[in-house]
C-alpha cells in the first residue's frame, strides 16, 4: 500500500499561539481520512499545511515521496492546481461567474481551449446533477447546489487528492449527505484520496478512518480530553 | 450497579439505596426489596458479603462489603464495551459513570477508547449501508436512526468528559 | 435620536474607520480651500466678462490671472471646478472599509434603529468629518492669507492677500461644505437598503445601462456649435445676441457634455465587459470580463472624475491650438501688410499661454487627486472579496493570475473612455471655430474731401487649426498612466488580502 502523502512532525503557530504541535500521520492512496476534534484544535490548520496551501514552521510534508513544503508558493500553487483539490466550507466561487465558467477556469489556467474547458465543465456539473443551473451565477443557487458546483470545480482536474474543510458544515442534513454521498462516490470511482476536516461524527462516518486532533496534536484516544490522573473527589 | 458503588466502600443496604438514587436521579428509583433481592443475589454468586450486623438504631442495617470476587466480577463489567445499539440508555451511562468514578484512570480511559471506537465503528458501518447503491428507502431511514442515537451518544460522551475534566482540574488546581 | 447619542454612534469603529474620516476630513479642506481662494479672486473687484476698460484693472497684482478682470472669472471657475474631485475623493473615501461598517449599521438595525437613523448615522460621520476639514481648510487660508501677504519688488502682491471675501459668505461656505458632504453621503446611503440582516444593495439591472450618455454628449456639443455660431450670426445677419447669451451656453455645453462622459462609464464599461466576455481566453481576462458586466459603475466614479480633467485637457490643448494659430495669422499678416516691422502681439500670446500653463497644472491637481481615490476604490475592491480571493489562491489560482484581472478591469473601459473624452474635448471647442483668420474684409479709404473714395481690400490670411496631436496625446497618456500606476498600487494590497486567515473555518 502506498502511502501519497506523509506528514512529519508538523508544527505551525499563528503568531505566538500555536496551532499545530508535531502531527505526524500517513494517507494511503485511495482512502478517505477524517480529521476531527473539537474546534480549535488544528484541524484546518493541518489541512492547509497537507495541502501545501501553508508553509509548517517546522517538519515535513511530503506528497508521493516528494517534500512540498520546500517549494515555492508558484509551484505549490501548481500542484494544488493540477493534483488536489481543494473544496471549503463556503465563499469560494467567483460570484460574477456562472457555475459552468468556474468549474472551467482550472482548465483555463491549465490552458485548455474555451470550448474544451466548458465542455469538461458541464460533464462534471452533470455528473453531480446540477447541470441545470450551469448557467446560473452562484447567487442564483442553494447552499447545497454551490457546493456540488465547488465539488465540480475541485475535481475538473481529476486530481489525485481531494482536500475537503467543513463542506457541509452550512448545509442542512439532507443536503449535506447529498454532497458527501456524491464526493464518496466519485473518489472511489476516480480512486482519489480525500482528506476530510470535520466535527461532525456524521460526517466522519462517511470516512475509512478516523485521526482525532487534541491541541495541535494526535490523539490516539480519541476521546479529545485526558482524564487527569489521581484519586478523584468523590 | 449496586456493585460499583459498594466498590466505594462497604454500606448498608439503606444506603446503598439513597446512593443509587443520588448518583443517577433520572433514573427509576430503586425500591427498597429490589435492592435486596439484588444484594442476596450477589451474596449468593459470592460477590459480597455480609460484613457486620450494626443493630443501632432501627432495623436490621446489614452492612454489605465487596469481596474480590466481587470485585472481579465489577471489572469484568465495566471492561467490557457496551455494544453499540439504538437503545443503548440507561446502560452506556452508568457503566461511563462507573468508569468516572474508577481510581485507575488508565483502565477508565482504555474503558471509553474502547467505548467510543466501538461507536464510531459501527457508525462507519451504518453509514456504508445507507449509501450503498443497493439499499432500500426501510434501511436508509432504519440506519439513519440508528446514526442519529450513535451521534447523540458521542456528543453527550465527548461533553462529559470535558465537564469532568473542567471540575477536576478545579477541584485539584 | 439626540445629536449626542448620533455623535458617538456615527463616529464609533475601527482602525479602517479611523482613516476614512482622516481621508474625508482632507479632501474636504481642500474643498474649503479651494472655494475660500475663489471667493477670495472675485473679492478683487468687479467682474465682468467681457473686455473691459484697463482703468477696472487690479494693479496692484503681479500675477496678470489677477489683474485682469476679464480673466478672474476663469480663475474662480477653474478653482470650483477643483472642488468636484475633491468631493469624488471625499464619496470615494466613505466607501472605504465599508463592509464594516455595513455590518455595524446592520447591527444597530437590529437594536431597533429605523432606516432612517441608520442614514442619519452615516450621514453624521460624513458630516462631522468634513466639518473638521472644512474648520481646517479655513485654518489653512487664514494662516496663507497671513503669511503670503508679502510684496515683491514692484510691490506687487503675488496672491490677492489684501482682500478678504465678505465674512458672511466665508461662514457659509465653511458650513456649507459639510452639509453638503453629510446630504451626499446619505443620498449615496439612499441606494442601500440597511436591513436588520446586512445591507441589500439595489438589485443590479439586468439590462446595462442606456444610451442616455450619448444623447447628453450630442447635447452639449451643440451647445458648443451654438456658441461658434453666434458671432458669424451677429456679424452678417445682424441678430442682436444677449450678453449672457455666450457664456451661459458654454456653461450649458460643458455640463452637458461632462455629465454625458460621466455617466458613459458605467456604459462603456458594461460594453467592454460584454465585448471581452464573448472572446475572452485566458482566466484573468473571462474574470475581468465577467465582473465588468456583473457590476460596471464599481469604480466608474473616479473613472468619471478622471475624464472630466481628460476632457479640460483635451479642451485646452484646442484652445492653445487654436491661440498659437491666431497668433501666427495675425504674424502672418503683419508680415505681409508690414513687412519688416517687428510684431507686437507675442507679448500678449505669451500671457495667454502662461494661463493656459496655470490651467493644466491646476488639472495635473485634480488628476493626482483622483488617482488617490481610484487607489482607494481598488483597495476596497480587495478587501470585500478577501475570501473569494483567498480561496481562488488556495485552489490553485496563481495570484498573478488574480492581478492581471484586476488591471484589465481597470484598463479595458479606461482607455476607450479616455479617448472619447479627449475626442469630445477637442470637438466642444472646434465647433466654436476650427479655423482662424485675421484681416479681411474691406475698408473704404477716402481722402479729406469725401472724394474719391477708394476701397482696398485687405488680405485675409487663414489658417485652419491644427489638432494638437502632441498634447492629446500627451494628456491622453498621462490618464493611462494614473489608472495603471494606481492599479498596480492597489495589487499590493493584494498579496496582505490573500492570507490564508481570511478563510479558516473554526
Known sequence: MTHILQARAVVRAYGTTPALRGVTLDITEGEILAITGPSGCGKSTLLHCLAGIMRPDSGEVAYRGTRIDTLSEAARSRLRRTEFGVLFQFGQLVAELTAAQNVALPLLLAGAGRREARTAALAWLERFGVADVADSRPGEMSGGQQQRCAMARALVTEPRLIFADEPTGALDTLAGEQVLGQLVRVAHEQHTTVVLVTHDARVAGYADREIVLRDGAVDASGLGIALPTGRHGR | ?173 | MRPGTLLRLGLAGTRTDTMRVVLTALSTALAALAVLTAANVVAIGQLTLHGAGSDQWAEQYSNALLREPGLRPGVVITLLLLTVPVFALAGQCARLGAPARDRRLAAFRLAGATPAQTVAVAAAETGVASLAGSLGGLAVYLAGHELLDRRDAEGRLPLPTDVFPHTWFVAVAVLAIPALAALAAAVVMRRVTVGPFGVVRRVRRTRGPGPWPGVFIVLGLLAFAAVGSASPLRVHLGYHIPVWFVPTMLLVGVACAGFGVVIGTGWIAYATGRLLHRRARRPSTVLAAARLVADPWSGSRTLAVLLICVLFGGGTAAVRAWIAAGAEVQRALDAIENPGSPTTSGLVDLFYLRTMDLIDAALLTAVALTAIAMLVVVAEGVVTRRREYASLVAAGVPRATLGRSMLWQALLPAVPAILVALVVGVALVRTIGGEVSAGGGTSRTCDAAGEHCRSTRHPKVVRVVPVPWAELSRDGGVAVLAVFATTGAGLLFLRRSTDLEEIRAT
Open chain 2, 1 to 173: 450497579m449496586l456493585l460499583g458503588l459498594l466498590g466505594g466502600g462497604p454500606k448498608h443496604g439503606y444506603d446503598l439505596k439513597h446512593a443509587y438514587d443520588r448518583t443517577l436521579p433520572r433514573a427509576k428509583p430503586l425500591g427498597f426489596g429490589q435492592v435486596y433481592a439484588t444484594l442476596g443475589r450477589l451474596e449468593r454468586d459470592g460477590l459480597v458479603t455480609q460484613a457486620g450486623h450494626d443493630r443501632a438504631g432501627g432495623p436490621d442495617r446489614t452492612t454489605f462489603a465487596i469481596t474480590d470476587a466481587g470485585r472481579g466480577e465489577l471489572e469484568r463489567w465495566v471492561a467490557t464495551v457496551e455494544p453499540p445499539a439504538p437503545h443503548v440508555g440507561g446502560t452506556l451511562l452508568a457503566k461511563v459513570m462507573v468508569a468516572l468514578m474508577w481510581p485507575d484512570a488508565e483502565r477508565a480511559m482504555a474503558y471509553l477508547t474502547a467505548q467510543r471506537k466501538a461507536h464510531t465503528d459501527r457508525l462507519r458501518e451504518l453509514t456504508a449501508a445507507k449509501t450503498d447503491p443497493a439499499a432500500t428507502i426501510g434501511d436508509v431511514i432504519a440506519a439513519d436512526y440508528a446514526i442519529s442515537h450513535l451521534d447523540a451518544d458521542l456528543v453527550w460522551l465527548r461533553t462529559t468528559l470535558a465537564r469532568v475534566a473542567d471540575l477536576r482540574s478545579g477541584v485539584h488546581e
